[in-house]
Structures are given as structure tokens and as C-alpha cells.
């Protein structure tokens, strides 16, 4: 616990009023002899409780303190905890107090200013997410945080990622998860500092740990023995679903570490693993893990220094995996021939639930979009992203018609409106359709004929935020056709130079 946090709790007293002025000095000699002796240990809810107390002269409060405590939440309580620490009230955070919603990034708090913060949450029951991000809190910071979360029974999604919390804030937060005291269920902790004593510190808190479901730790320091000991958590973690590493040291290592936890791992969904120089020992790790696995549903390995022998390394575990669906792999050193081969582990994989392949830095030849489009008929809710066609410009050729235009044309000539056209797409009828049911769908119709590229210039229309769904929730005013090709022509002309 924080000594000088818990003392300046302890310190915690209403201002006097008018009324109370003419026995002042009788009161500050009864404060001084009931604050002679404090309790050595208090926690922070005993401490808001007597600051709740201290300077009430009836019977009834002293022996509730409890009631006292509930009597001076939210705003009295942070207003007083601002006072105690010396800092200036953040009118946002008053604003916002019982919104499940506080938004506090780049408020240049400070240690002393969430020690206040943490004060007014102990007992604050509507706030789900505090975004804390940048604010210099420190290991300080951290350890209050801690303690609050102790108490809290409310929050779930807490981000303070670049915040100097270095190894003392680490073992605050660990020694939180270890015991399995929070409701936090999401921790964001990017750009802290972290090294490999800290490694040790969240390989041993997750291993137990039945909360936390996503964790965000890039940007940090681990190294190859941290990989090693995250790969240990993996073994045995049984929640988190959401791991991001990206940006850290691991190498060659601390991939293979990683691997192989990831071949027992039966939790964890989404693992970023970009920037990290794991290479092609790292890919073959990973390979082999995929092989077992069969939860991963997204990997990034972008940015690792992986050639086409990596990459055909990692092929071994893609022939035979039937979970992942998202592959990132962009901005490593590969040319066609790695491209050809993660394609083709596809086309082998009868049981692949692949999606997306983004190797968006590659150059591929016809040779390449011939077997794409080959792949394309056994998988086409497959949607590899790559750079350009050798000695082709990157837009669909002319010869290609428009899909939104052959889609507008059918329309008119069977008399339906596009709302239609989606719902009969539409299985769960939820006016959302992802984009690999969607691309699915387009291609074994055969009211249209579009081709693959055409379908991928639809669907950028159509999910153009990349959110993975194509939402036509917005035509439940029954567009018709020619009110949608009056709209597309007008978006054309916005595109022309």
C-alpha cells in the first residue's frame, strides 16, 4: 500500500461551516487528539470512511461508518481528495463521474492527480472504462490505481499505457491480477517501460489469473526471455483471448517460447506479434504451434523480417490449421514466391477458414492471379491483399463493369430495391452481414456474374471503415434502383480529378 497515498486519506476532513466557526479551536484540539494515534494499516475504504466521521458530533454517525462514507461520494469526495493531494479539480472527470464512460488521456495528471482520481472511484459503481493514457502517473500512480481496484466493483476496461510505469508499477498492477481481486477485463499497458523482470511478473499473475481477457503490452521491453515466460503463461492461461506484443524485442527466442505455449493454449484468439524480429526460426515456431492449435483466429506477424523460406515454414502449420482467418504479413522481405506458397497452403487446406492474407507490400505477377482466382472458387471468402501486378495499374480494368452498376441494372430489370437484394443475403437478419459471408455469398449467386476483383471493389464500398461487416441497416428507406445509381454517379464525379 501506498504510505503517503494512506496518510493523506487518513488527513481527509470537511471544511468548516459558519456554524461551526465559534468552537473552532475546541475542535481542532478534539482533531488533534483523535489524529495522535492512527492505525497503522487502513485501507482505502476505511480511510474515505473516516474522513466520512471525523468531525461529527453525533452518536449515530460514529456508529455507522459506513453510512457516513456513502453520504460523501462522487464529487464531495474527489473535490476533497483534490484539496488533500494539492491538485486542481479535473471539471471533466466531475462532469463525467457517473457516466460508465471517462475519458482522461493526455490531462498531464500526474501521480498526485490520480491518487485524487482513485480516491472519488473507490466506491464509484456506474463507471465501466477509464482511459488514463499518457498522464505521467508513474509506479506511484499505478500503486493507487492498484488499491482502488481492490475496492472497485465496477470498472472493466482500463488503459494506462504510456505512463512511465517501469518495473514497481508492473508488480502493482500483477500483484492486482494475481490475486484475482478486480473485475478488470480489459488492461491496456503499451509504452511503459516494461522489461524482463516485469515479464516475470505477468507470466506469473495470467497463469492464474480468470479475469483478464485482453491484454496489451506492446511497446515495451521484452526481450527474448520475456517471450519465453509469456509463452509459460500461455501454457496455462485459460482467459485471455487478446495478446498484443507487438513492438518489443522478442526475436527468434522469444517466438519460439511463445510457439510453444501457443500449441496447449486453448483461450487466446488474437495474438499481434508485428515488429519483433522473430525471422524464419520464429515463422517455423509458429508453424508448428498452428499445427496444434485450434483457437488463433488472427495473427500479425507483419514488420519480422521473414523471407519466402519463412514463409513456407509457416506454411507447414496453414496446410493443416483449420481456425486462423486473419494473417498479417505485410512489410516483411517477400517476394512471389512467398505469396505463391502461403496461397497454396490455402488451396491444400480443404478445412481452412482463411479470410485475409496481407502481404500488401508484394509485387505478383498473372502466374499469381491465375492461381488466386483458381483458389478463389474453392474459397471465395478469401481476400488476399497485395501490392500491384507487374506491368499492370492497380485498378480493375476497363473491360470490368462496375459491380454497384450490375447490381443497379438487375434491379431495375426485376422491379426490387436493394434492401431486398441484402436480405436475401442476410441469414441472421441483423442488417450487418460479415464481409467473408458477404464475399461468399456474391461469388455462388448466379443472378450476377462478378468476378473476384469486382467483389473486392464492392465490399471496399461497402465496408469502407474496414470494419469486417457490410451494414445496410441505412436502406430501411427502401431505396430504389435509380435513387442508387443517381447516388453512385454523383460519388463518381466526386472522385474525378
Known amino acids: 500500500m501506498d504510505s503517503s497515498f494512506t496518510e493523506e486519506k487518513k488527513q481527509m476532513n470537511p471544511p468548516l461551516t459558519g456554524g461551526d466557526m465559534e468552537n473552532e479551536s475546541e475542535k481542532d484540539t478534539d482533531q ?5 494515534e492512527p492505525p497503522e494499516h487502513m485501507s482505502l475504504a476505511d480511510a474515505s470512511a473516516e474522513k466520512a466521521t471525523k468531525g461529527s458530533d453525533t452518536d449515530l454517525e460514529a456508529e455507522d461508518p459506513e453510512k457516513a462514507f456513502r453520504s460523501i461520494r462522487g464529487t464531495e469526495l474527489y473535490l476533497e481528495a483534490c484539496r488533500l493531494v494539492e491538485v486542481v479539480p479535473v471539471s471533466y472527470f466531475i462532469q463525467n463521474l457517473d457516466k460508465p464512460y471517462i475519458n482522461l488521456n493526455h490531462h498531464g495528471l500526474g501521480p498526485k492527480g490520480v491518487k485524487a482520481i482513485a480516491i472519488a472511484l473507490v466506491s464509484n459503481t456506474t463507471t465501466t472504462h477509464l482511459e488514463l493514457e499518457d498522464n505521467c502517473i508513474l509506479a506511484e500512480g ?7 481496484l481492490r475496492e472497485n466493483s465496477s470498472l472493466q476496461v482500463l488503459n494506462i499505457s504510456n505512463n512511465h510505469l517501469d518495473t514497481a508499477g508492473a508488480e502493482a498492477i500483477t500483484s492486482l491480477l494475481l490475486d484475482n481481486v478486480s473485475c478488470l477485463h480489459t488492461l491496456q499497458l503499451s509504452g511503459n517501460n516494461f522489461g524482463e523482470e516485469a515479464a516475470l511478473y505477468f507470466a506469473e499473475a495470467l497463469m492464474s489469473n480468470y479475469q483478464v481477457k485482453k491484454l496489451d503490452l506492446s511497446h515495451n521491453e521484452f526481450h527474448e526471455k520475456g517471450g519465453q515466460l509469456l509463452g509459460q503463461m500461455l501454457a ?7 495478446l498484443d506484443l507487438s513492438w518489443n524485442h522478442l526475436k527468434r527466442k522469444g517466438a519460439v517460447g ?6 496447449v493454449n486453448d483461450a487466446l484468439k488474437i495474438l499481434n506479434l508485428s515488429w519483433n524480429g522473430i525471422g524464419n526460426e520464429g515463422a517455423l515456431a509458429l508453424g508448428e504451434a498452428l499445427k496444434l492449435n485450434n483457437v488463433l483466429v488472427h ?4 514488420n519480422n523480417k521473414i523471407n519466402n523460406e519463412g514463409a513456407k515454414r509457416l506454411c507447414r502449420g496453414l496446410e493443416v490449421n483449420g481456425n486462423l482467418k486473419i494473417l498479417k504479413m505485410a512489410n516483411n522481405p517477400l517476394t512471389v514466391e512467398g505469396a505463391t506458397a502461403l496461397v497454396v497452403s490455402v488451396r491444400k487446406n480443404a478445412k481452412s477458414m482463411m479470410e485475409e492474407i496481407n502481404i500488401s507490400n508484394v509485387l505478383v505477377n498473372e502466374n499469381f492471379i491465375k492461381l488466386l482466382d483458381g483458389v478463389y472458387q474453392m474459397h471465395p471468402e478469401l481476400d488476399v491483399i497485395y501490392d500491384e501486378v507487374e506491368g499492370c495499374i492497380s485498378k480493375i480494368p476497363k473491360q470490368h463493369p462496375n459491380p454497384m452498376k450490375l447490381i443497379q441494372n438487375y434491379l431495375k430489370a426485376h422491379n426490387l430495391q436493394l434492401w431486398d437484394f441484402f436480405r436475401k443475403i442476410d441469414k441472421d437478419g441483423n442488417m450487418k452481414i460479415p464481409v467473408a459471408t458477404f464475399r461468399r455469398a456474391m461469388m455462388q449467386q448466379s443472378r450476377i456474374p462478378l468476378d473476384r476483383v469486382q467483389i473486392g471493389e464492392l465490399v471496399h464500398k461497402l465496408d469502407r471503415n474496414r470494419t469486417g461487416f457490410v451494414d445496410y441497416s ?4 427502401q431505396k430504389t434502383a435509380q435513387k442508387l445509381e443517381e447516388e453512385e454517379t454523383e460519388e463518381e464525379n466526386k472522385e474525378k480529378p
Open 474 to 477: 441505412h436502406l430501411k428507406e
Open 32 to 36: 488533534t487528539a483523535e489524529t495522535s
Open 258 to 263: 511463445l510457439s510453444v505455449g501457443l500449441r
Open 299 to 302: 495473427l500479425d506477424i507483419s
Open 142 to 148: 499505478a500503486i493507487c490505481l492498484a488499491e482502488m
Open 236 to 242: 496455462s492461461n485459460t482467459k485471455l483471448e487478446f
